[in-house]
């Protein structure tokens, strides 16, 4: 796995979380915009989804089981929409704070991405 990829998906993640933490703040719900920068971070950790399995099956292994390595992936992929839609359906500014949740838990997951395909072994 690349760990530019790995970096691209947090930062852009917590960019999200802030955006619509600001919207949160100001009492808005997500907007068009924010759903445009949904796609940006869901399309990057779908990207992600593909390196990895990629990787796999190219016969690289994660430092630890396969199995949490392929879960957090695909967790990683679906975090971000699922709030997205979770969003539609509160249009206040939880639905915003429902988005940052999403957010962080990404970034969160991309952390432990990292560690569990052993990022700094040598």
Same mark, same amino acid.
């Given at each position: 796995?690349?760990?530019?990829?790995?970096?691209?998906?947090?930062?852009?993640?917590?960019?999200?979380?802030?955006?619509?933490?600001?919207?949160?703040?100001?009492?808005?719900?997500?907007?068009?915009?924010?759903?445009?920068?949904?796609?940006?971070? @869901? *399309?990057?950790?779908? &990207?992600?989804? =593909? /390196?990895?399995? +990629?990787?796999?099956? !190219?016969?690289?292994?994660?430092?630890?089981?396969?199995?949490?390595?392929?879960?957090?992936?695909?967790?990683?992929?679906?975090?971000?929409?699922?709030?997205?839609?979770?969003?539609?359906?509160?249009?206040?500014?939880?639905? @915003? *704070?429902?988005?940052? &949740?999403?957010? =962080? /838990?990404?970034? +969160?997951?991309?952390? !432990?991405?990292?560690?569990?395909?052993?990022?700094?072994?040598?």
């Amino acid at each position: 796995m690349t760990d530019a990829l790995t970096v691209a998906v947090g930062v852009t993640a917590l960019l999200l979380a802030a955006w619509c933490g600001l919207a949160a703040y100001r009492d808005e719900p997500t907007k068009d915009w924010h759903f445009i920068g949904m796609a940006v971070v @869901s *399309l990057l950790a779908l &990207a992600q989804l =593909v /390196v990895g399995i +990629v990787a796999l099956a !190219r016969g690289d292994s994660p430092q630890e089981s396969t199995a949490v390595f392929l879960a957090y992936l695909i967790g990683a992929a679906v975090c971000v929409p699922g709030t997205g839609f979770m969003s539609l359906s509160e249009r206040t500014r939880w639905g @915003s *704070l429902t988005v940052v &949740a999403g957010a =962080v /838990v990404l970034a +969160v997951l991309e952390v !432990r991405l990292y560690d569990i395909w052993g990022g700094g072994r040598a």
